[in-house]
């Protein structure tokens, strides 16, 4: 099992849809949660930190569920710039380890 | 500076030749990361480098791959008689991480590795 596994997609949606990305991870005792955006040949930038109790961003909301080793992110009213790549992120183990990326979902939000 | 830097932005080498990528991260960044991304693909890890603890050289793809963090500051990744597989772009990425747990990752613009 890979250590981070997101479905790449593509997802392509009309403007004002809703859209879930899934993102899974392999080792229980991973902590530390984020996703990430990645715009077509720019570096990787933070989208939001993922924490236990689930949390929200204005129109993106993330989920952690630890029993399934699960993590989602929900974007509501999509925007044309919404488009880019979503990359999962989660740390290799305990507190200290390397984080890893998943390869990313790619998302198209058209008008 | 305010962000990470990376140099030689674009380098074209030819196959067997040695390579040096330089990083030079946030100051006062305990951790430093290098990614590989090739074309299309995600984010391939290679190295992580957090404080005085020994590096994570998992990631690494042969032998051929190395790297050295000087004075818990500057980092250059080294790749010898590369390969046109080892064509991509190499990232740096610099956090304030800690062993209580992993923070935020603050991205160069990345070297881009061309092999002939």
């Known amino acids: 099992r890979k250590e981070v596994e997101q479905d790449p997609g593509p997802f392509n949606v009309p403007e004002g849809a809703t859209v879930a990305f899934n993102c899974t991870y392999s080792?229980?005792?991973?902590?530390?949660f984020f996703w990430y955006r990645q715009d077509c040949r720019k570096e990787p930038k933070l989208l939001m930190s993922?924490?236990?109790s689930g949390n929200e961003d204005g129109r993106f909301t993330a989920q952690l569920n630890r029993a399934s080793q699960y993590i989602s992110l929900l974007i509501r009213d999509s925007k044309l710039s919404d488009s880019a790549t979503y990359l999962c992120?989660?740390?290799?183990?305990?507190?200290?380890?390397?984080?890893?990326f998943g390869k990313g979902t790619t998302l198209s939000v058209s008008s | 500076g305010a962000g990470v830097s990376q140099s030689p932005s674009n380098k074209v080498t030819e196959k067997g030749k040695d390579v040096e990528l330089r990083c030079d991260p946030i100051?006062?960044?305990?951790?430093l990361y290098w990614y590989r991304q090739s074309l299309g693909q995600g984010l391939e890890f290679l190295i992580y480098?957090?404080?005085?603890?020994?590096?994570?050289k998992s990631g690494l793809p042969s032998d051929r791959f190395s790297a050295e963090r000087t004075g818990g500051s500057v980092s250059t990744l080294t790749i010898q008689r590369t390969q046109q597989e080892d064509s991509a772009v190499y990232l740096c990425?610099?956090?304030?991480?800690?062993?209580?747990?992993?923070?935020?990752?603050?991205f160069g613009a990345g070297s881009r590795l061309t092999v002939l």
């Open positions: 080792n229980s005792a991973s902590q530390s």
């Open positions: 993922v924490y236990s």
């Open positions: 100051s006062g960044h305990t951790a």
């Open positions: 990425a610099s956090s304030s991480d800690s062993a209580s747990g992993a923070n935020v990752l603050t």
């Open positions: 992120v989660v740390n290799k183990g305990q507190a200290g380890t390397a984080l890893i």
């Open positions: 480098f957090q404080g005085n603890s020994a590096p994570d």
